[in-house]
């Protein structure tokens, strides 16, 4: 008792179980690799020259960054002004809209992925609707191309850049807006000159994140697109799965992860909570803070000044307010995202009740005949049951591991926090192909590869970091003198967190926890990898149906995937808000007289 006694009093370690679980795991590994790649002890960048000497290498390699970058920009031009109609929604169509949001985000990547296989397949929904109405004579190429590649990454990727947006828009002040406009300036130009710049910190982070995991994806370029649309990650997956050369393995991956390490460095990502701070206190990239950059800036700026003028004089203090066709306009592009982010769900949830031995939409008839085949079938409730397993195992690790290094980063100071903070969320951060080969190798030197301890490990470096952000965000807000108070009255350190800090942050810890369970439960890179074939989990077994597409089972599959995060944000709201306090809901009786 004594040892946590005195653990309790050193923040720091509290954080060494995250950072060890991180170093064994994947830190050491990749440093491994990274030698690997250079020959050590020999070093020589002969490996790299190699890749860079093969013409279908480079073309693959700069398709990556192709793709990446079209779906990371036709994210951000949706995104925004989706984040903005959001933000400026009354609050009740406000919090609807998110959960919207973050229904389909919680949703499985591959249950979406084979929403759009159902519906742009030669006898998909959209081929067989023109078909039935004369439109077409024979079916349309629209899958297994380019475009298709767009569609499914930008309907995965999509939330995860409305998600910080909308953050950062929500901590801008709107009465700056209203003062500008009260000065003269123009709807536009109040927005340009004010809003535009304050939300900078979630432009910058959804954009980065969305580009990085798309470095990392190929299941779904795999799925919807053809030969000539495969990704980097699509190479490295080939090389492990067939030759398994570790010399090329590792430097297709150190490639992969130099370019998302150049952007991340140039934008300045910032995941260590520090991005609520003023705007004048974020840090701006280098690239900004260039002097040729800031010369060309001013100058530029200093052109229009005239005109500005004198618009200002005969506008000022003119009161300004929305038109109606704005708001239309706005209401109808916020339904169309909605409709986009959710129609391919529903799409799949109507077709899992088809009664036909193949998969129609509309169906001819209501049948759970495919609800029977999944629980009837050893192969697929045996892969289910796997994934809760491991998926509980994974979430009781990372919310102890993750609660504790989100306490005790609470404890230190900003510079260490910082530092601490991006070192545990490097697993998020980089491609998670480049993850999985690190991790994959980590676990053949410990002996755990091909096993469920395996992938526990293998899934909880990533959902540690998850736990710690939600804790984290609910540790802000906490109150620390409810703990000196407890400590005044005899209260050790470890009875004041169990007693006093762990009933109040009780729901980022449950959040946490949720979080990480869908993180393992839908984890599908890593797994192929550490799991091999001797353990199968459901998205492993979805994955080869999507691939042989030999049962439509994978419908009721994907549709049950897509209630769990419904079922998820029920028993969060459940926990966050009936976790109040409910006696200043009911009034003492008045008492009365005998």
């Known amino acids: 008792m004594k040892s946590f006694h005195k653990l309790g009093q ?60 079209v779906a990371t920009s036709i994210c951000l031009i949706v ?27 919680l949703t499985s990547g591959l249950a979406r992925t084979y929403a ?187 052109l229009p000044t005239p005109y500005r003028a004198k618009r200002w004089s005969a506008h000022l203090y003119r009161a300004g307010g929305g038109s109606r066709w704005t708001n239309i306009v706005g209401t109808v592009f916020v339904m169309i995202v909605m409709a986009y982010l959710l129609f391919p769900g529903v799409i799949v949830v109507i077709m899992s009740f088809s009664a036909g031995a193949f998969l129609q939409f509309p169906p001819s008839g209501l049948s759970l005949q495919w609800y029977h085949s999944f629980f009837g079938d050893s192969s697929w409730n045996g892969a289910a049951w796997t994934s809760v397993q491991i998926g509980i195992a994974v979430a009781v690790l990372s919310t102890i591991v993750g609660t504790l290094a989100a306490f005790g980063l609470s404890r230190v100071g900003p510079r260490l926090r910082s530092s601490m903070t991006m070192i545990i969320l490097t697993p998020i951060t980089f491609p998670v192909i480049v993850v999985g080969i690190a991790t994959y190798l980590g676990l053949i030197k410990l002996g755990l590869a091909g096993s469920k301890t395996g992938i526990v490990l293998a899934h909880s470096i990533g959902a540690i970091g998850i736990v710690v952000v939600i804790v984290s965000a609910t540790l802000a807000s906490f109150d620390r003198t409810l703990e000196r108070a407890a400590k005044s009255m005899r209260a050790g350190p470890v009875q004041t967190f169990l007693k006093v800090t762990l009933p109040l942050i009780r729901p980022g810890v449950i959040g946490g926890a949720m979080f990480a369970f869908l993180h393992s439960f839908d984890e ?71």
């Open 116 to 302: 759009w296989i159902v519906i742009l397949g030669d006898r998909g929904v959209i081929n067989n609707l023109l078909l039935d109405i004369g439109m077409i004579q024979s079916a349309l190429p629209l899958i297994y191309n380019r475009m298709a590649v767009y569609i499914g990454m930008v309907h995965i990727m999509l939330p995860l850049m409305i998600l910080p947006l909308v953050s950062a828009m929500m901590g801008i002040d709107r009465s700056l807006m209203a003062a500008a406009r009260s000065m003269g300036a123009r709807p536009f130009t109040a927005f340009r000159r004010v809003f535009f710049p304050l939300s900078m910190p979630g432009v910058r982070s959804g954009s980065l994140l969305v580009f990085v995991f798309c470095l990392g994806f190929y299941i779904t370029p795999a799925a919807l697109g053809g030969l000539r649309d495969a990704m980097l990650s699509t190479f490295i997956e080939a090389q492990v799965q067939s030759s398994f050369d570790i010399a090329r393995i590792a430097t297709a991956s150190f490639i992969l992860l130099a370019i998302a390490v150049v952007v991340l460095s140039m934008l300045g990502l910032d995941l260590s909570g520090t991005q609520g701070r003023a705007a004048n206190q974020v840090r701006k990239p280098w690239l900004i803070r260039l002097p040729i950059v800031g010369m060309l800036k001013r100058n530029l700026s200093e």
């Open 79 to 105: 995104a925004y002004p989706t984040a903005y109609l959001i933000v400026t929604a009354s609050k009740s169509v406000r919090m609807t809209l998110i959960a919207l949001v973050i229904v389909p985000y």
């Open 10 to 69: 050193m923040p720091f370690g509290l954080i060494v179980p995250a950072i060890a679980i991180l170093l064994i795991v994947f830190g050491i590994p990749i440093v491994l690799l990274f030698l690997t790649s250079v020959n050590a002890p020999n070093f020589s960048i002969s490996n790299y020259l190699e890749f860079f000497g093969q013409r279908a290498n480079v073309r693959v390699l700069f398709q990556t960054v192709e793709v990446s970058l």
């Open 524 to 594: 599908v890179v890593i797994t192929s990898l550490v799991g091999g074939l001797s353990i199968r989990t459901l998205p492993l077994k979805m994955l080869e149906n999507i691939r042989h597409q030999i049962d439509p089972t994978i419908a009721a599959v994907a549709s049950l995937l897509m209630l769990l995060p419904v079922l998820w944000l029920v028993v969060l709201y459940v926990t966050w808000w009936r976790s109040r306090p409910t006696d200043q809901h009911a009034l003492p009786e008045p008492a009365t007289s005998p």
